[in-house]
Antibody
Framework: QVQLQESGPGLVKPSETLSLTCAVS?????????WGWIRQPPGKGLEWIGS???????YYNPSLKSRVTISVDTSKNQFSLKLSSVTAADTAVYYC????????????????WGQGTMVTVSS | SYELTQPPSVSVSPGQTARITCSGD??????AYWYQQKPGQAPVLVIY???ERPSGIPERFSGSSSGTTVTLTISGVQAEDEADYYC???????????FGGGTKLTVL
């Protein structure tokens, strides 16, 4: 079955760039679907960060757009998140997920999620 | 920015029916999706396109939509249903995803 696994540093210094990778198994990214990043600060709700199509087209949360870059590497079957100029407010569990579009009727949902990885921003 | 509004908490006794609402101006145009999240775990999709249930999700989970409000209904609540529930949709353009603030379901 399709599985997603996040990886990356668990601690990032303020003003630096947070970098995470999501490895996909059981499905070839180049076959389709959008792939997204969602985060959850400790004790708080979910926030969509952005999504990428296998072709490389992206769309981002407007509130984070100036600091976010999502890229895809089909040869490694993975996609990545970079968030620049981080502050303590970026401390969160970061999830990667598959975004399933319902082309017959519109709309999309995150139907498969990784287990999440905790990233703390601190000096 | 677009927002979805959920009640912070809902409490029900086992066997009763729990209803969790989610309100947003674009919901008449955009589908809603519901996720269940238990402590320390990733969210799980339980309802898609307002009222469709993914395979493997128990029949006691259902969804409905009326105007600017969508509702997740859990019939015959069980102790294992105690979790946080999040609605998700998109803005009126359909491009930008947004999550509600989440509702903590407590089974008394």
């Amino acid at each position: 079955q399709v599985q997603l696994q996040e990886s990356g540093p668990g601690l990032v210094k303020p003003s630096e760039t947070l970098s995470l990778t999501c490895a996909v198994s059981g499905y070839s990214i180049s076959s389709g679907y959008y792939w997204g990043w969602i985060r959850q600060p400790p004790g708080k709700g979910l926030e969509w960060i952005g999504s990428i199509y296998h072709s490389g087209s992206t769309y981002y949360n407007p509130s984070l757009k100036s600091r976010v870059t999502i890229s895809v590497d089909t040869s490694k079957n993975q996609f990545s998140l970079k968030l620049s100029s981080v502050t303590a407010a970026d401390t969160a569990v970061y999830y990667c997920a598959r975004e399933k579009y319902y082309y017959d009727s519109g709309g999309s949902a995150f139907d498969i999620w990784g287990q999440g990885t905790m990233v703390t921003v601190s000096s | 920015s677009y927002e979805l509004t959920q009640p912070p908490s809902v409490s029900v006794s086992p066997g009763q029916t729990a209803r969790i609402t989610c309100s947003g101006d674009a919901l008449p145009k955009q589908y809603a999706y519901w996720y269940q999240q238990k402590p320390g775990q990733a969210p799980v999709l339980v309802i898609y396109k307002d009222s469709e249930r993914p395979s493997g999700i128990p029949e006691r989970f259902s969804g409905s939509s009326s105007g600017t409000t969508v509702t997740l209904t859990i019939s015959g609540v069980q102790a294992e249903d105690e979790a946080d529930y999040y609605c998700q949709s998109a803005d009126s353009s359909g491009t930008y995803k947004v999550f509600g603030g989440g509702t903590k379901l407590t089974v008394l």
